[in-house]
């Protein structure tokens, strides 16, 4: 699977973002897909994550209840909305594929991951 994450950008606190992770290549149902975010100088953190139906979802806790994560399937496209953008939530953002076993733990490890695109940048201004 190929992944192209897109739709970063500047905006200021309060603000809204919709990212989009449009895929291609093997079977895009097979894969659930997780977003993730790294910050300068930080660790890859989870964001949310979206089973292969679009019917499960699950969120970190820093952007429960501020981001919305759905899934096109007939586009093979996934969507983050990000309302309400803080100063933190500043960092370069990327989609993975994987497909979930066992240890899948709501997709918030990133070793579960197969497939990753390449980040794209949010950055809010306070």
């Known amino acids: 699977v190929q992944l192209q994450a897109s739709g970063g950008g500047l905006v200021q606190a309060g603000g809204t973002l919709r990212l989009s992770c449009a895929a291609s290549?093997?079977?895009?149902?097979?894969?659930?897909i997780g977003w993730f975010r790294q910050a300068p100088g930080k660790e890859r953190e989870f964001v949310a994550t979206?089973?292969?139906?679009?019917?499960?979802?699950y969120f970190a806790d820093s952007v429960l209840g501020r981001f919305t994560i759905s899934r096109d399937n007939d586009k093979n496209t996934v969507y983050l909305q990000m309302n309400s953008l803080k100063p933190e939530d500043t960092a370069v953002y990327y989609c993975?594929?994987?497909?979930?076993?066992?240890?899948?733990?709501?997709?918030?490890?990133?070793?579960?991951?197969?497939?990753w695109g390449r980040g794209t940048q949010v950055t809010v201004s306070s």
């Open positions: 290549g093997r079977t895009f149902t097979n894969y659930a």
């Open positions: 993975a594929a994987g497909i979930p076993d066992t240890t899948w733990a709501n997709g918030e490890l990133d070793d579960k991951y197969d497939y």
């Open positions: 979206i089973s292969w139906s679009g019917g499960a979802t």
